[in-house]
């Protein structure tokens, strides 16, 4: 009983972390209909740039998170504006953008590769020491990382609903040329929300890197899970995209814990391939 509340927590925690990766994702998909296949690496980089401001710099870990998801959204908003926007003007742009961003993703993770080496790196704990009640035992640090993805979460909620930039990110999402009747440029809320996504998914793998070790090939694992998060919670979905990764996180705590970190895979794929069989829109597709 004792392991499997402690299973329980581990995997509130890492369902957490996935649900914080999974949303850059969803955001892009959502308001510009781009799957960005190079998203786990995107993730790699804002991890990466946080890295070594902290051990190159001794920059504190909030300016350097800061300076990064400055950067990251900077990034985003270049991608979009003299790559991205161009396929979409060309015909058949759903399948040259995914491909575009699966080449990119192949060429920046050999980027950071080159710039970086092959060696594992790790971003310093947010905080020492544990909590223990009764036989549970969690660190400080998890505890932080729930507290800080349930802030992000909520923050970007109230941006999505109260801020006229968010509000009309939602309509585009809904409908293009409903939103460019009502005057919404569309260019430049794609911009934006590649930017955010950016951001979003930088601050991630900052996340990330606290609780796992950093490699530059580490991002496709991110990206095949952010994959089949989205794709079960609905694409396009938020609300989705956070009870997947809450879902699949608990799923692969169990599973490690009876049957070994083996089968989360094989495990993760059965669900997802049957949630497609049953509801091909995801389990809150169409709702959010």
Avoid: D
Wanted: hydrophobic share 60%; aromatic share 14%.
């Amino acid at each position: 009983m004792e392991n499997f509340v402690n299973a329980l927590v581990s995997g509130l925690i890492s369902g957490s972390l996935y649900a914080a990766m999974a949303l850059g994702l969803t955001i892009i998909y959502g308001v510009s209909r781009v799957f960005n296949f190079g998203h786990g690496v995107i993730a790699v980089i804002g991890a990466y740039f946080t890295w070594y401001l902290l051990s190159n710099f001794g920059v504190p870990f909030l300016l350097a998170t800061l300076l990064s998801m400055a950067f990251m959204a900077l990034f985003g908003w270049l991608l979009y504006r003299f790559t991205i926007n161009p396929l979409l003007k060309k015909p058949n742009w759903e399948f040259s953008t995914v491909l575009f961003m699966l080449g990119a993703g192949i060429l920046l993770e050999n980027v950071v590769l080159q710039i970086f080496g092959p060696r594992v790196k790790s971003i310093p704990l947010l905080a020492e020491g544990a909590l223990k009640v009764a036989f549970i035992q969690i660190n400080w640090h998890e505890i932080l990382l729930i507290v800080i993805v349930l802030v992000a979460i909520l923050a970007l909620s109230l941006f999505f609903k109260y801020t006229r930039t968010g509000q009309a990110m939602r309509a585009v999402a809904q409908s293009v040329p409903g939103a460019q009747v009502v005057g919404i440029n569309i260019e430049q809320i794609f911009g934006m929300t590649f930017a955010l996504a950016f951001v979003v998914t930088g601050f991630s793998g900052i996340l990330l890197g606290t609780k796992y070790y950093l490699n530059p090939h580490i991002g496709w694992e991110w990206m095949v899970k952010g994959f089949v998060i989205v794709t079960f919670g609905g694409l396009g979905s938020t609300s989705g995209a956070v009870v997947a990764a809450l879902i699949l996180g608990l799923v692969e705590a169990v599973a490690t814990l009876y049957l070994g970190a083996i089968w989360v895979w094989p495990i993760w794929f059965v669900l997802f391939l049957i949630v497609l069989l049953l509801r091909p829109q995801g389990i809150l597709g169409g709702r959010a």
